[in-house]
């Protein structure tokens, strides 16, 4: 079965610099690839989703993720933060051969003024 | 809002009590699914309906009782629940649970706690 590991569980950043927030996954087959974020007391919003070509995929509030399939990974990035990003994201990955979305256990983004 | 809402927003049951959470989308979508958000851990999924029949139960507990009328409407009946339920119940629909690219829309949550 596919896996998600978000290896932070926190990620702090200064407004205007860059941020980039760390996915890896595990997929027996080709991935589809998602981002979600979850602002408090909401469901999670879709961001992006990797489905096939281009490996750089961009989204919604300027965000991008890249996909790498040597290293297995799909980091969330943007290049230049603001204080309204600071929010739960959530990466989750979805075998092509089956129906089954697994979602990591989610990255809590602070970008201060 | 997404095209899908969940009702109750917050809900604080005792543990002899029995309540149902509801959720409805009109998106059109034929999958929907129910999961629990705990603090600090991954999305628990817990149950999946494609066209109105489940097609997948994560060994949920008996205590937490789906059920899914028709494609539009989706409730989970809640009875005899222990404080360690205590979570943020989501809702998610999809096109479909198939071998599709789509993602899932999700619902607002209900927050359950139980004393």
């Known amino acids: 079965a596919q896996s998600v590991a978000q290896p932070e569980d926190q990620v702090n950043v200064a407004e205007g610099n860059p941020l980039t927030v760390k996915c890896t996954y595990s997929v027996s087959g080709n991935p589809y690839l998602f981002w979600y974020v979850q602002y408090p007391n909401r469901g999670l919003q879709f961001l992006l989703k990797y489905i096939t070509g281009d490996n750089l995929v961009k989204g919604s509030y300027g965000f991008e993720a890249e996909f790498n399939k040597s290293q297995t990974s799909f980091h969330l990035k943007k290049p230049s933060a603001l204080v309204s990003d600071s929010a739960l994201y959530f990466c989750?990955?979805?075998?092509?051969?089956?129906?089954?979305?697994?979602f990591g256990a989610g990255t809590r983004l602070t970008v201060k003024p | 809002e997404t095209g899908v809402t969940q009702t109750p927003r917050h809900l604080v049951m005792g543990m002899t009590n029995k309540k149902s959470l509801k959720c409805e989308q009109h998106l059109g979508h034929n999958a929907m699914y129910w999961y629990k958000q705990s603090a600090k851990k991954p999305l628990e999924l817990m149950f999946v309906?494609?066209?109105?029949?489940?097609?997948e139960n994560n060994s949920v507990p008996s205590r937490f009782s789906p059920e899914c009328p028709n494609s539009s409407h989706l409730f989970l009946h809640l009875h005899t629940l222990q404080p360690e339920d205590s979570a943020l119940y989501l809702c998610a629909s999809s096109q479909d649970s198939g071998q599709g690219a789509g993602g899932y829309t999700f619902g607002s949550g209900t927050r359950l706690t139980v004393v």
């Open positions: 989750a990955v979805r075998d092509k051969t089956n129906n089954d979305m697994r």
């Open positions: 309906y494609n066209f109105k029949e489940q097609t």
